[in-house]
């Protein structure tokens, strides 16, 4: 899941932006940005079972 990854590296980044920045702008702006990441991360997985669960729906193991 592509997307999945690219969130999760706005996340990464982010907490590197915490662990080492040192404008307290910066350090606002990537604790906002790690929690619109995750939700981000929480919609695409949802999503992710509700696609799943409707495959499993359509098309019965035999």
Do not use: C, D, N
């Amino acid at each position: 899941m592509l997307m999945k990854m690219h969130h999760q590296q706005g996340v990464a980044l982010a907490k590197m932006e915490l662990a080492h920045g040192k404008s307290p702008a910066l350090t606002v702006m990537a604790r906002q940005i790690i929690a619109a990441q995750k939700k981000g991360i929480a919609q695409l997985e949802r999503w992710a079972r509700t696609l799943a669960r409707q495959a499993e729906v359509a098309a019965p193991a035999a």
